[in-house]
């Protein structure tokens, strides 16, 4: 079996690569303009044990470092290289998509807690794009904040190239986002962060990252003969 890591445009510069799953070293198989990052791996199946991510994780990672890559969820696997041709070829136009998207960005997450589970509009907040942004995914995302005076937002949103906002819950009450941010404005979104710190000390506002775009990379591969 072949274990599948990541989607790139062309073999990245020509560097050892971390042990992949199981231990196997990642190689590159070609089609159709599309290098997938693969190894080799007698099991059928991978179970997501902490090890066995960590793995996939590092691969990615050193891949993203070197050249644009659309990674591929973990436990994706196919029969053999052939099979894999396959894949690239059956969804070259969608993974060719995918790959612009997420091209030299990378991933933040941010969590923020300590905000009342419900908010309700303020008519008075002023215009803005910011401020238009939450209104719309406050009636999008569930529990979501309708104003950037409730939650500062606008300069987070400003270096975004896309971002996800996960619905808050009883079980999960704090904020939660995902931001895609291009690799010339990581410093701009990280100074943007700590100043929106400043400004809501009250709040418990934490960013993790970078990482790979996984939030932003979940190209449908289902379909594909063994």
Sequence with gaps: MLY???VLEAPPPARSLPPGIGGGAPHFIEAFELVCAASETPNRSVAPEPAEVWRHQQVVEALIDRAPALPLRF???VEDASACRR???????ALGAQLGRVRHCVEFALRVSGLP????????????????YLRTLAR????????????????LAAHAAERLLWARSTSQPDLRA????RKPNVAAFLADVSALQRVRPDLGITCTGPWPPYSFSDPDLSGVSP
């Design 140 to 155: 999008r995302e569930a529990g979501w904040p309708p104003s950037t005076a409730v939650f500062p937002h606008d300069g």
């Design 4 to 6: 599948l890591y990541a």
């Design 75 to 77: 436990g994706t696997l």
């Design 178 to 181: 995902s931001f895609l941010v």
């Design 87 to 93: 894949l690239l070829t059956r969804h070259r136009d």
């Design 117 to 132: 589970e419900e908010v309700a509009p303020d008519p008075g907040i002023g215009g803005g794009p910011g401020t238009s």
